[in-house]
């Protein structure tokens, strides 16, 4: 975070209460980070240019509103070419790849970059400072990030789940409540951009590819990726929470710079050892968190207080017990808080039961490793998958869990990387392409799977794959699902 010549001194110990009407700040994008970014910088002061090549309806409201502050913002195409000569800082959307030109010419120029995360850390201090627990991970982090907002809710602290899940961190900052604490989603987009952040509790649920086209302009795109993920242990100051059944979220604590005295917390489906949380007998336990773990484990919940129950979830659930406890929540708010949580729409959600056949809209899963999360959970599968595969391969998922498939059905831009894996790895599993490229590819594919399916079985939408191909997003792919599952309902 080198400054150069013309950047301003102080910006790279900013915090609230620096002299931000000295600086000129732009804010590259205007989704719902940049908004909130812009907002904040202009409640510290600091003059404001905020820079989008999109011209969408929503972010002329949003210019329009930003303008009336006295916040200059220039939309349309070619608005974010050149980055202005006089810019001390940079806030990018977790969106803008490094490489994207305004980012490229920040980077030239020594001018500092942060996201929105970075920016609401700085926010915060140095007197309004209270305790983040984060989680990132490939798969998970939504629901584990729901699951503690929930257990700390139960216990009483007022809290705010806020970051990738989808309310900004800055507007939380901004907002009149004072929180006892954040429970913070954090992407490797975002990750990427965090430069001071120092978590109380932090945790990597799993690490398998996924986005790696954001890593394209890198010699190894994976290991970019993992490295953005791992940036969240850096500097923790508690508990770093990771995934026993995967050895790179364990080296990625291994090699965390941390303060003094965090510790390590593993979390496991089996039996935990010292130090970790995990199930005996179909209960959630501590071993981690309670002064006798060498030789005894406080039960926090039973498996079956998660819902929808399960094993991906259940994991979900020891992430978010772990973190909880690591900030002192009692035992039994951890049970309280998973009973009492509502999840939203498409994860893992039964939609329908027609002739037998149970239709579940799994969304949500928009990467191979969450749709095998899914399958983990259902004996006899017929599988609808596809959309943008991000330059991922379906080829272990296949292996793993092909001996549950019925059949399948994909549909989507990337169908054929779906379809080349089934052919080469289950080729008795028979495979219906959807070619169509309109949203009534759904209805289509969901009139296929029902006549594959038998009684018993179930009908996955677990694609697997991004939606933007065809629909504005996951979950106007699942609600797509869900109608044309209801329309089924409704013929026979």
Not at 150 to 156: P, R, T
Not at 157 to 176: H, S, T
Not at 304 to 310: Q, T
Request: a negative charge; aromatic letters at 6%; proline letters at 4%.
């Amino acid at each position: 975070m080198g400054g150069g010549a013309m950047t301003l001194d102080w910006i790279a110990g900013a915090n609230r209460l620096s002299p931000w009407a000295q600086a000129h700040v732009v804010v590259a994008g205007l989704g719902t980070s940049g908004f909130a970014a812009a907002d904040g910088l202009w409640s510290l002061g600091a003059r404001v240019t905020v820079l989008d090549d999109a011209d969408s309806g929503e972010n002329v409201e949003k210019a329009t509103l930003l303008e009336k502050l006295g916040v200059e913002t220039r939309i349309g195409p070619g608005s974010s070419a050149t980055l202005p000569e006089d810019a001390d800082l940079v806030v990018t959307s977790p969106g803008w790849r490094p490489t994207y030109p305004l980012l490229a010419q920040a980077a030239e120029r020594g001018v500092p970059i942060w996201g929105e995360v970075e920016l609401a850390w700085r926010m915060m201090h140095p007197d309004r400072v209270i305790p983040w627990l984060g989680v990132t991970g490939t798969n998970g982090k939504t629901t584990t990030v729901n699951m503690l907002e929930s257990i700390l809710s139960a216990d009483g602290r007022r809290v705010a789940a806020v970051g990738n899940v989808g309310r900004p961190i800055v507007e939380a900052i901004l907002d009149e409540v004072d929180y006892d604490v954040l429970a913070v989603e954090l992407s490797s987009f975002q990750l990427h951009w965090v430069h001071t952040v120092a978590l109380w509790g932090a945790a990597c649920t799993n690490l398998h590819a996924d986005h790696l086209e954001w890593y394209a302009h890198e010699p190894d795109p994976m290991d970019a990726y993992a490295a953005d993920k791992a940036k969240i242990f850096e500097r923790v100051t508690h508990a770093c929470v990771y995934n026993v059944a995967d050895e790179a979220t364990r080296t990625m604590v291994e090699e965390a710079e941390v303060a003094e005295g965090a510790r390590a917390i593993g979390f496991t489906l089996g039996v935990p050892d010292v130090s970790m949380v995990g199930v005996v007998d179909d209960l959630i336990v501590d071993r981690a968190f309670i002064e006798q773990r060498r030789d005894s484990a406080m039960p926090l919940a039973e498996v079956h207080d998660v819902h929808p129950f399960a094993p991906h979830n259940v994991e979900n659930a020891l992430v978010a017990a772990a973190l909880a406890r690591s900030i002192g929540v009692r035992p039994q708010s951890v049970a309280q808080g998973l009973r009492d949580l509502k999840l939203g729409d498409h994860r893992i959600q039964t939609v329908g039961e027609v002739g037998g056949v149970t239709y579940v809209d799994d969304s949500k899963a928009t990467n191979p490793h969450a749709a095998a999360s899914s399958m983990r959970a259902f004996d006899s599968i017929v599988w609808l998958a596809g959309g943008q595969a991000k330059g991922t391969r379906f080829d272990h998922l296949v292996q793993t869990y092909g001996e549950k498939l019925r059949g399948a059905v994909v549909l989507g831009v990337d169908r054929a990387v779906v379809a080349e894996a089934l052919a080469q790895h289950a080729p008795d599993v028979p495979v219906i392409v959807i070619d169509r490229a309109d949203t009534k590819a759904m209805e289509d594919a969901v009139r296929a799977a029902a006549g594959m399916a038998k009684p018993g079985d179930t009908v996955l939408l677990a694609p697997g794959c991004a939606s933007k191909d065809m629909w504005s997003g996951y979950d106007a792919r699942g609600a797509d699902f869900a109608a044309a599952v209801a329309q089924l309902s409704d013929e026979r």
